[in-house]
Each structure stands twice: as C-alpha cells, then as structure tokens.
C-alpha cells in the first residue's frame, strides 16, 4: 500500500533545493542594468493576466531594472531609485528634496536614538546613508558616468547592505513615534514595538503594506507600485504611497518580489 510520503521529496532534498534557489539568487547583482520591459514577455510567455498585464506593462513603461530577490528587494529598490531620481534632476543639490533629505539622513543617528535605539548599534549605518546623500548633492551620481557609479555602489555589499539596514532602522523609528497612528493596523495584534523588532528591522524579511506606507512617508518621496498578479483584469492596479496622485519613483511588484519601473518617454 502506498503511503502519503510517497513521493513527497525528503528533508534533504528539499534543503539542497531551497540552497540552489539561494545559490542562484547570489549570483545576480543586487540591482541590475536596464533592461527593456519586453523581457518580461519571456518571463511571462503563457497565455493568462499575466501576460496581458505583461502585454499592457510594456506599452505604459519603456525599462525595468531588477533587483535582486532576497526578502531586502522593496527596500533596495526604493532606495536606489529615490537616489537615482534626486541624481537625475538639474537641481539634484539644492531642490527641496535634496536638501530635506540630506539633513534627515544626517541627523538620522539621533532621531533614531529618540526612538529607542542604542546609538551604537545605527551610527554606522547612518553615516553610509548620509555619504551617499552627500554624494547625490554633490553629484557624483549625475549624467551617464554617475548613473554608473550608482548602481556600482548598490552593488557594493557593504554599501548596499548598511544603505537597506538603515532603510529599515528608519521605517521602524517613523512607526515608534507614530504608534498611535499606525498600531491598529497591525493584523497580528503585536505591540509596535514587538512588530518593528520582529517584521520590520531584520534583513530579509519582506516589506509588508505598514512598512511600505511608513518608509514612503519616512523619506517623504512617494512611491507608485504596478500590481503583476493573477487577478482577472487586463491592466495592473497601481498603487501609490502615501495616497498621493504624483509619485515620481515607480516599482514592479510581483508576488514576493520587486523590481524599478521607469516609464516611456
């Protein structure tokens, strides 16, 4: 008689397997060149809404720049491209933005401190943040060659590494001052601290709504995301946070992953 194991992949197996998809995975860059969104046609060859949205996807937006799936993809990509956005613009060191975020990221250590944190524990990951901040302002980071220097620095693991600790240190201090705003919408019922210290603060772990809503409203940049799903539409829904008309940054989500949107000209 056969039994309800049968067939069923062993312990081992399915280890070795989940170290080959981890294996994979550190082999791609942690974000990628651009590359034209009709590659997402191959990716999503069959018949089906994904590849209708794929289909419409590419008609609304010219490249997309992946990143690399590893439970820090939201946070990665939307860093890189509030710094590739701010590096782009003819005034990247004395628009609003710029200067704003420059003295959040550097001022970052102490607000953090407010928040609970023990200073030694950000410092580092402050001051990374608040060197590349610098580096937009100073555009190091400006035309062909600085767009380069960028995605290097992204790809730098120590530089891209600190740059998503700090991203997450900060989310979870924005939501600490903001508790009694935010707490009722944590599903699970845990304390914010609990929370942050648990879902928003370790690497790897996936952003949820919370902390997508909090960080955009943290950087104050907002953010569009282009739903890739399975539900029976023909176009993505596009969600914006904060709730906002105008996001000047634009994200692909697929289900436990994201990658950087950059629309037609």
Same mark, same amino acid.
């Given at each position: 008689?056969?039994?309800?194991?049968?067939?069923?992949?062993?312990?081992?197996?399915?280890?070795?397997?989940?170290?080959?998809?981890?294996?994979?995975?550190?082999?791609?860059?942690?974000?990628?060149?651009? *590359?034209?969104?009709?590659?997402?046609?191959?990716?999503?060859? #069959?018949?089906?809404?994904?590849?209708?949205?794929?289909?419409?996807?590419?008609?609304?937006?010219?490249s997309i720049r992946r990143v690399r799936r590893d439970g820090n993809c939201f946070?990665?990509?939307?860093?890189?491209?509030?710094?590739?956005?701010?590096?782009?613009?003819?005034?990247?060191?004395?628009?609003?933005?710029?200067?704003?975020?420059?003295?959040?990221?550097?001022?970052?250590?102490?607000?953090?401190?407010?928040?609970?944190?023990?200073?030694?524990?950000?410092?580092?990951?402050?001051?990374?943040?608040?060197? #590349?901040?610098?580096?937009?302002?100073?555009?190091?980071?400006?035309?062909? %060659?600085?767009?380069?220097?960028?995605?290097?620095?992204?790809?730098?693991?120590?530089?891209?590494?600190?740059?998503?600790?700090?991203?997450?240190?900060?989310?979870?201090?924005?939501?600490?001052?903001?508790?009694?705003?935010? *707490?009722?919408?944590?599903?699970?019922?845990?304390?914010?601290? %609990?929370?942050?210290?648990? #879902?928003?603060?370790?690497?790897?772990?996936?952003?949820?709504?919370?902390?997508?809503?909090?960080?955009?409203?943290?950087?104050?940049?907002?953010?569009?995301?282009?739903?890739?799903?399975?539900?029976?539409?023909?176009?993505?829904?596009?969600?914006?946070?904060?709730?906002?008309?105008?996001?000047?940054?634009?994200?692909?989500?697929?289900?436990?992953?994201?990658?950087?949107?950059?629309?037609?000209?």
């Open positions: 008689m056969a039994t309800m194991d049968e067939g069923r992949p062993t312990d081992q197996e399915i280890a070795a397997h989940h170290e080959a998809v981890q294996r994979e995975q550190e082999e791609k860059p942690l974000v990628g060149p651009c *590359e034209p969104t009709s590659s997402l046609l191959t990716e999503f060859s #069959q018949p089906g809404a994904f590849r209708t949205k794929c289909e419409h996807i590419c008609k609304e937006y010219a946070v990665r990509a939307y860093c890189f491209a509030v710094l590739e956005w701010l590096a782009s613009r003819p005034d990247h060191a004395t628009c609003e933005d710029s200067v704003r975020l420059k003295a959040l990221f550097g001022g970052a250590t102490a607000y953090m401190v407010q928040q609970g944190f023990p200073e030694f524990g950000v410092e580092d990951f402050c001051e990374m943040a608040a060197e #590349q901040m610098n580096n937009v302002v100073e555009g190091k980071y400006t035309g062909p %060659e600085g767009r380069t220097r960028l995605v290097e620095a992204f790809n730098d693991a120590c530089v891209s590494e600190y740059l998503v600790c700090f991203m997450r240190f900060l989310t979870s201090a924005f939501l600490r001052e903001h508790t009694p705003e935010y *707490e009722m919408f944590i599903e699970s019922g845990l304390p914010m601290h %609990e929370y942050c210290r648990t #879902q928003v603060e370790p690497m790897r772990r996936e952003s949820e709504h919370l902390s997508i809503t909090a960080l955009a409203r943290a950087i104050a940049v907002p953010v569009a995301i282009v739903y890739l799903d399975n539900s029976v539409a023909d176009q993505p829904t596009v969600h914006t946070f904060p709730d906002t008309t105008d996001a000047p940054i634009t994200l692909l989500y697929r289900p436990g992953h994201y990658d950087v949107l950059y629309k037609a000209e």
